[in-house]
T-cell receptor, first 116, second 109 residues
Framework: DTGVSQDPRHKITKRGQNVTFRCDPI?????LYWYRQTLGQGPEFLTY????????KSRLLSDRFSAERPKGSFSTLEIQRTEQGDSAMYLC??????????????FGPGTRLTVL | LAKTTQPISMDSYEGQEVNITCSHN???????ITWYQQFPSQGPRFIIQ???TKVTNEVASLFIPADRKSSTLSLPRVSLSDTAVYYC??????????FGTGTRLQVFP
């Protein structure tokens, strides 16, 4: 399968713990995005990378959140001192920077986080 | 990205054509109209994109009137597997997608 993959698919943690999610984009894509989705809402943009550079961060991304893409390939999203409000589906997407079709991003299956 | 308005939900039966209309009164000259589909517990999937008039692919058609203030996603002969949330997005070449709450389509047998 050459699509976007995310690991783990599900994560249950206790409030105050740290969690880390991984995203592997489509190999030839140089852009990688993180979104968060809560029940009944559309995905909300968190941050994106072009290669290894983090080019934009949403105000939703508090200082407890950090994302990296160290070699311009896979990315990790870490949440420190988790809160119950962090419970959501965390989606990763990738795209080609010079794609012919604007705004076509390829999404992974998501990591569902539950904070108890 | 321009704000969009679309129905919260729609119901249909298998074999029918479904049309989902999206309003985007403040669309800018360089904005494109893009539709995504999302099944439960999956990430969204790009369906179709257009700028004006009509676009058709193997999945859907997109109708855009001359004033571009609205668009209609048309799904021909829906099946149970088309039950999903459909998002209308409007914007130029952008680095982030801004989703609304989408339209929940329920297809009944």
């Amino acid at each position: 399968d050459t699509g976007v993959s995310q690991d783990p698919r599900h994560k249950i943690t206790k409030r105050g713990q740290n969690v880390t999610f991984r995203c592997d984009p489509i190999s030839e894509h140089n852009r990688l995005y993180w979104y968060r989705q809560t029940l009944g809402q559309g995905p909300e943009f968190l941050t994106y990378f072009q290669n290894e550079a983090q080019l934009e961060k949403s105000r939703l991304l508090s200082d407890r959140f950090s994302a990296e893409r160290p070699k311009g390939s896979f990315s990790t999203l870490e949440i420190q001192r988790t809160e119950q409000g962090d419970s959501a589906m965390y989606l990763c997407a990738s795209s080609q920077g010079l794609a012919r079709t604007y705004n076509e991003q390829f999404f992974g299956p998501g990591t569902r986080l539950t904070v108890l | 990205l321009a704000k969009t308005t679309q129905p919260i939900s729609m119901d249909s039966y298998e074999g029918q054509e479904v049309n989902i209309t999206c309003s985007h009164n403040n669309i800018a000259t360089n904005d494109y109209i893009t539709w995504y589909q999302q099944f439960p517990s999956q990430g969204p999937r790009f369906i179709i994109q257009g700028y004006k008039t009509k676009v058709t692919n193997e999945v859907a058609s997109l109708f855009i009137p001359a004033d571009r203030k609205s668009s209609t996603l048309s799904l021909p002969r829906v099946s149970l597997s088309d039950t999903a949330v459909y998002y209308c997005l409007v914007g130029g070449r952008t680095d982030k997608l801004i989703f609304g709450t989408g339209t929940r389509l329920q297809v009944f047998p």
